[in-house]
């Protein structure tokens, strides 16, 4: 056992700590929480009742509906704006290349509620592009509501589609869209069966992590959530303010669950471990 | 199968004049190489053909066609990279049906070529096998099929061996040469391997700094340098700076530093300093007592620095006034010391003395 130690002391020095760590913050948490979501309100009983309550409830699954809906449209936005931009960073000649780079990746920096609080003096209801568009006689009404949450994420998720997309076409072998054009394949064609297949991964990734930091995200939503219609973090939050219950346990675990979902099902088409 | 002309082509870079005035003929169903040092524009050239490099000057033509206009995905062409450049998400059959599914080709006919092809390459049954599954060798047989698939009208071949182990490259640059006969395709070969492209070429174009410096066989290009560049890149020579001392006929004799060196200097040169280009293997020992062949010449120094090879023994002999001679000869050297070496002056190559 010591000789084993010793020859293996460190790899399973430093496996200890990380499942240490991961097991306190992450595991017993999300353990706890499971635990919470099957008892009833007494805390004594087993029951399943909790998850009947939220699928049955339109408040929540309403609320869920529309964060699936504003995540899945801010990934695809940003994947639209932010693939063509990285292509041109990284592969034309394009003047102030790592300046444009750098303010592509300044929402990174930037707190999202500062982001949030931006778009609501521009476009809030007294926001000064609001009023200019007004005056230009433009019926434009103002940014609350799932449209502009869909915007504001856009611009939060654009660093995390850029950055590595520029990466996954820097990493490719120019003389491999070089052999297609040899063989025949036009630039739009080398770019659609070539270039494209090769950044992927890297594209699938970026998306991933794009859906589920919109999905989760709560402080930019407080700022631009207009009334009635809400995403999961703030029904959530909703909920709480009333009362606190093993319905909320459910709740939380049930989004814990789209999301390992939906990374389980990009790992599928693409080795999660070996891009990210 | 296509002749090619390349016609007065330039291209700089920055400062840099990459490809500075170059024009060759190449035939139709020739073997050519473009063979030079890193950095002598041979790639350049090639990407040229290709289409991938733009021309600052000159003219490309296949055949009649004028091509250095055209896009290069129309110019069909068929070019094996470096790094093979195998599409990593494509599976074998998939790398080679490419150019042809580019062409649109009916299924059928997609399929049959790409066997055909495969067995060309010796790759029979590895069409559903995936890169990463395969050799540096195989790999390099799937871009090679995947160039030819589409029967070209030039096959382009961009330093194709080099970043496989010494056995494979021989024994693959046989096979690229027995296809090149096989197909009677116009071949463009590029290389920094004086030894492969002696071997597998019909004509070298040697090149240095952007320009050809010869265009001939390789026999021709090894015999006869036409230049000292030339005579030092393609195989070793000993290179001596002289003065013509005497000259009777076509006989000279060359004043290299202390030593009298005979040589033949052809009727029409007028050439007073002179560069001498001597192989090592055209140098002889000579034991005591033992005579050199009629009309050698006899040279005697010390023996230094002998590496033994296992085919061939190299050595040099420091002649008296410190020039030092390299020889390579089939058996080691017996003695130690005082040597006599031996040369013919009919394969003392006679340069022009240029810096």
């Known amino acids: 056992m010591t000789a084993v130690f010793a020859r293996h002391g460190f790899p399973i020095a430093i496996g200890a700590i990380a499942a240490a760590f991961l097991g306190l913050f992450f595991l017993y948490p999300v353990l706890s929480v499971f635990g919470a979501s099957v008892l009833d309100s007494t805390g004594t009983t087993f029951t399943w009742r909790n998850y009947g309550v939220v699928l049955a409830s339109p408040f929540f699954l309403q609320a869920l509906g529309n964060s699936l809906v504003v995540a899945a449209a801010a990934t695809a936005l940003a994947i639209l704006l932010g693939v063509p931009f990285a292509f041109c960073v990284a592969r034309l000649a394009v003047a102030g290349k790592s300046a444009l780079l750098a303010l592509a990746a300044l929402p990174l920096v930037l707190p999202s509620f500062v982001s949030a609080y931006a778009l609501v003096l521009m476009f809030g209801r007294a926001g000064i592009v609001t009023g200019a568009l007004r005056a230009a006689g433009l019926p434009f009404e103002s940014i609350y509501g799932l449209k502009g949450i869909v915007v504001a994420y856009t611009l939060t998720l654009y660093p995390y589609v850029v950055l590595p997309t520029v990466a996954a076409f820097k990493s490719i072998d120019a003389s491999v869209e070089e052999a297609a054009q040899n063989l025949g394949a036009g630039p739009w064609t080398t770019f659609r069966r070539v270039t494209l297949p090769l950044i992927r991964p890297g594209m699938v990734a970026a998306a991933l992590f794009g859906f589920v930091i919109s999905f989760g995200n709560l402080e930019m939503t407080l700022f631009l959530i207009g009334p009635g219609r809400t995403t999961l973090p703030i029904a959530i939050l909703q909920y709480l303010e009333w009362r606190i219950d093993p319905v909320i346990a459910a709740v939380s675990l049930l989004q814990i669950v789209i999301i390992g979902a939906a990374m389980v099902a990009t790992d599928r088409y693409v080795k999660l471990a070996r891009v990210l | ?355």
């Open chain 2, 1 to 355: 199968m296509t002749a090619i002309t390349i016609d007065g082509v330039a291209r700089s870079f920055g400062d840099v004049r990459a490809v500075d005035g170059v024009s060759l003929v190449i035939r139709d169903g020739e073997f050519f190489t473009l063979l030079g040092p890193s950095g002598c524009g041979k790639t350049t050239l090639l990407r040229m053909v290709a289409g991938f490099c733009e021309l600052d000057r000159g003219r490309i033509l296949f055949g009649e066609r004028r091509v250095d206009t055209v896009a290069p995905h129309r110019r069909n062409t068929g070019m094996v990279f470096q790094n093979y450049a195998v599409f990593p998400n494509l599976d074998v059959g998939g790398n080679v049906a490419y150019g042809l599914k580019a062409r649109k080709l009916a299924r059928q006919e997609i399929a049959s070529k790409v066997e055909r092809a495969l067995r060309l390459v010796r790759l029979d049954g590895f069409a559903g096998r995936w890169p990463h599954q395969l050799s540096g060798g195989q790999l390099q047989r799937v871009a090679i099929a995947r160039a030819v698939a589409i029967e070209p009208d030039v096959l382009l071949l961009d330093e194709p061996l080099s970043n496989l182990d010494a056995k494979l490259r021989v024994e693959m640059r046989g096979e690229i040469r027995a296809l090149q006969r096989t197909l009677g395709i116009t071949v463009i070969y590029v290389t920094h391997d004086q030894e492969e492209a002696l071997a597998i070429s019909d004509r070298i174009a040697v090149m240095r700094a952007g320009r050809v410096e010869q265009v001939d066989a390789p026999r021709v290009i090894y015999d006869a340098p036409a230049n000292g560049f030339v005579a030092g890149f393609v195989g070793a020579t000993n290179l001596l700076r002289g003065v013509v001392v005497r000259r009777d006929g076509e006989v000279a004799d060359v004043l290299v530093g202390a030593t009298t060196l005979r040589a033949r200097l052809p009727r029409q040169t007028s050439l007073d300093r002179v560069a001498l280009s001597l192989r090592p293997e055209a140098l002889r020992l000579i034991a005591d007592g033992e005579a050199p062949p009629a009309g050698w010449r006899v040279l005697s120094g010390t023996l230094e620095d002998v590496e033994y090879l296992g085919a061939v023994t190299r050595f040099t002999v420091r002649l008296a006034d410190g020039t030092p001679l390299s020889v390579m000869a089939l058996t080691p050297p017996s003695g130690t010391g005082d040597v006599a070496v031996a040369y013919d002056p009919a394969r003392v190559v006679v340069l022009e003395d240029k810096a």
